[in-house]
């Protein structure tokens, strides 16, 4: 079946880095996103990996391994508005797009 | 209005009721879908609308009945339905291309802040 595994819940210290995995199987694959929820609001687009390799967005970046089957959402200089939930969406060979459970992510001062 | 609009933003209903979700877009796109959002659990697709007709019914019981009159409007009516049925239900839009063989998932999804719903 497919399948996407993130971790539940993080925390980290404001103005820290944080990294936040996503691990895959789908049928097939045709990239991956990364969105940012933040509680009672809308999921927004944070990120499109379909090569591998690392793409920056000015604190924010993502990294797409596609023979492992894994990605990461990198935050850098952690700012109190960060806290919210990330969710990881893998796109399968029907252009489906097969979705993670979230991760919440709590910054700490 | 810009984005995605839903009204309302929280409702709560008995099991005997029948009430309705709106969505709206304001942003030209040809695509709408109603996602199921539950604590904890991955985003589940409901239905799709590509060009006004419906491309996806994700094995979602009858008491969900969607409708879609144009391309910026979309409905999710509901009736009798079940307390395991209380979630966030969000709407989203994406420009979607037709590749030949269907339309790509694969462009960007513009959510709307979504509508809490609660069954009693």
């Known amino acids: 079946g497919q399948n996407i595994d993130q971790p539940t819940e993080m925390t980290a210290t404001e103005g820290a880095i944080v990294q936040i995995n996503c691990t895959y199987q789908?049928?097939?694959?045709?990239?991956l996103f990364w969105y940012q929820q933040h509680a009672g609001e809308a999921p927004t687009f944070l990120s499109y990996n379909v090569l591998d390799g690392l793409e920056e967005k000015g604190r924010f970046s993502s990294f797409l391994s596609r023979s492992k089957g894994y990605s990461y959402l990198l935050l850098k200089e952690l700012q109190m508005k960060d806290s919210a939930s990330y969710l990881c969406?893998?796109?399968?060979?029907?252009?489906?797009?097969?979705w993670g459970a979230g991760t919440k992510l709590i910054i700490k001062p | 209005e810009t984005g995605v609009t839903q009204t309302p933003r929280h409702l709560v209903m008995g099991m005997t009721n029948k009430k309705s979700l709106k969505c709206e877009q304001h942003l030209g796109h040809n695509a709408m879908y109603w996602y199921k959002q539950s604590a904890k659990k991955p985003l589940e697709l409901m239905f799709v609308y590509n060009f006004k007709e419906q491309t996806e019914n994700n094995s979602v019981p009858s008491r969900f009945s969607p409708e879609c009159p144009n391309s910026s409007h979309l409905f999710l009516h509901l009736h009798t339905l079940q307390p395991e049925d209380s979630a966030l239900y969000l709407c989203a839009s994406s420009q979607d291309q037709d590749t030949g063989t269907g339309f790509s998932g694969a462009n960007v999804l513009t959510f709307g802040a979504g509508s809490r719903l609660t069954v009693l």
């Open positions: 789908t049928s097939g694959f045709n990239g």
């Open positions: 969406a893998a796109v399968d060979s029907n252009y489906q797009l097969i």
